[in-house]
């Protein structure tokens, strides 16, 4: 009886609502103000705006071309900031349609940059198929809800960031990207966490005195532009939120309310939107974490965080696989192993994978993936020398602030011999190469390198800059400023990797050698990394202790995705109740 009274009570309250809003857009098509009009005013600002932005396009790509070192990461975005500051003004236009935010997407495409990642872009296209990966884009763009994305490895979750973090300059939405290491914050074109709130290093508890005034602005060193920025902003990205620990979210919300002045809303009442795959690799804990916080929260994953335990937030995950799309079969068994429900014929599957043939002496073009850096080291360090060609030392040079948390983009000093199997660490933006490409040194002297790709092609490696950036507000917008830079070339050597800094690159050939896995998603992550299994060798057999997953993981996946569906009924129910409502006294186009 409760839910009938409900229903007529929502029924009453929207019929009233476009009632008035029937008879304001008739009022105002009276006053010469036609909602027909407004929308046809908006698709001219918008052409305006597209022919504007491609404009600026081409002149910074002649300038790029004419002086490519002349300008940074941050001068090739020019393009975005000065359409977003004339797009704020088509934010104030309210379309009619019911449908305004599929518009708003649709209609963004040609003015969204082109994908930076060709790596990310070969394996995730832009997919407008994809209702998943569409509705997590808009929720983004132009929602204000918590979001969560999460989805299994190569289902674009990268590509989402990228292409909404563009769309989100464009319309002028104030936004940040932060990632939880040095490494990730450089793929996703971010900052680490730490470095963005100045938090300093070490576990935090709930009631944390150091979180506290006045020992805030000791905990958090933020100066005045960087507090103005907080309190400007409209949302924050996390990438890789796998693996953020629960202490640091606290930490974070308790800084968002003290500098937004919102003491009582949970993150400072910014739209926190997290992305990443608590399948793949979790928070790295230490002995003095678990001593110290052991008590206060229980766990490590985001999720134990009580912040997030306490907000509101929409869950979607992307289903569709596109890094292994054009092996099914594999596909599926990856899917299983992410659960860690493998079956029978999964297991028999990657025995046959094992190879004593390759145990010790992968063929060439294959990297093996290990789970410890030691043993990566080792490798890489004994298959370099066993080449009896002089050896070639580069070193980088290292300006301003520069993280070291995870590694250097490429080895702080980089030592190589004619016939040494090396992997690119950056995307050239003549696309002749991306992160993770493999190939072999064919040419060698102490001011150049020339490397053969596993296809063929031969490329004169030129020195590449990765920037540091740090955010700030100017002119009521949001702008990334280099902070510091790392120069090297971007290549290192490739016989051995980790598993974990094999995450979000692909391989057509791997050696898997995960013997000594030590966290849930390991074996996963290392498998998912190759386009087909066909290019998989296994070095040490992969048995049940190996493969295995979090429970808690399990639990809090089953728990939202629960939650989901009762929130999609939910809102399939009210749609179906407000649209019986709406039709009756719509105006025609909203019919």
Sequence with gaps: MEVIVSILVVLV?????????????????????????????????????????????????????????????????????????????????????????????????????????????????????????????????????????????????TTLLKTAKNAMDIIGKKSVVLSPTGVAAINANGSTIHSFFKLIFGPFLPDDHRLKYPLIHKTARVDESKIKLIQELDAIIIDEVSMVRSDI???????????????????????????GDLYQLPPVVDRTWRTVCSTAYTGEYFFYSGAVNRLEYDVIELEKVYRQQNDQEFTKMLNRLRVNKPTIQDYTTLTRKYSSEHRLLPPDGCITLCTHASTARNINSKRLESIKNKLYTFQAF??????????????????????????????????????????????????????????????????????????????????????????????????????????????????VDAKDAFVPGQVYVALS????????????PIS?????????????????????????KQSSIIRSVTQSTINPIAPRYMQ
């Design 249 to 275: 979210m606290d930490a974070v919300d308790t800084i968002l309310r003290y500098y937004r002045k919102k003491p009582h809303e949970l993150f400072g009442g910014v739209q926190m939107i997290f992305i």
């Design 544 to 568: 049940p202790e190996t493969i295995r997953t979090d429970n808690r993981v399990d639990v809090y996946i089953n728990k939202q995705r629960a939650l989901t569906s009762i929130k999609r």
């Design 398 to 511: 290292i300006y301003g602030e520069y993280p070291h948390d995870g590694g250097y983009p490429a080895d702080e000093c980089i030592e190589l011999k004619l016939g040494a199997q090396v992997m690119f660490t950056k995307n050239d933006r003549n696309r002749c190469y991306v992160n993770g490409t493999m190939g072999r040194v064919t040419d060698l002297s102490d001011h150049h390198i020339i490397v053969t790709t596993d296809r063929g092609i031969s490329i004169d490696v030129p020195k590449e800059r990765w920037d540091n950036i740090d955010y700030s507000i100017k002119d009521g917008e949001v702008v990334e400023d280099v902070i510091g830079y790392y120069e090297q070339y971007p290549l290192r050597l490739a016989f051995a990797i980790t598993i974990h800094k094999s995450q979000g690159l692909t391989f057509s050939q791997i050696a």
């Design 13 to 157: 309250v929207l019929a009233i609502i476009f009632a008035h809003s029937h008879i304001s857009n008739q009022e105002k098509a009276q006053e010469g103000e036609d909602p027909n009009r407004e929308r046809e005013k908006y698709y001219t600002e918008l052409k305006t705006l597209r022919e504007e932005y491609e404009q600026l396009k081409e002149k910074i790509k002649k300038l790029d071309a004419n002086n490519p070192e002349l300008l940074t990461n941050s001068a090739r975005k020019i393009p975005c900031r000065v359409i977003s500051r004339n797009k704020k003004r088509l934010l104030n236009t309210k379309l009619s349609s019911p449908n305004a935010s599929q518009v708003y997407v649709s209609d963004l495409s040609p003015l969204i940059p082109d994908e930076e990642d060709p790596a990310t872009s070969q394996d995730t296209p832009l997919d407008g198929h994809n209702n998943e990966f569409k509705e997590a884009l808009e929720k983004i763009v132009y929602g204000n809800n918590n979001l969560f994305v999460t989805g299994k490895a190569g289902t674009g979750k």
């Design 529 to 540: 990394r190759c386009r087909t299994l066909d290019g998989i060798i296994i070095k040490t």
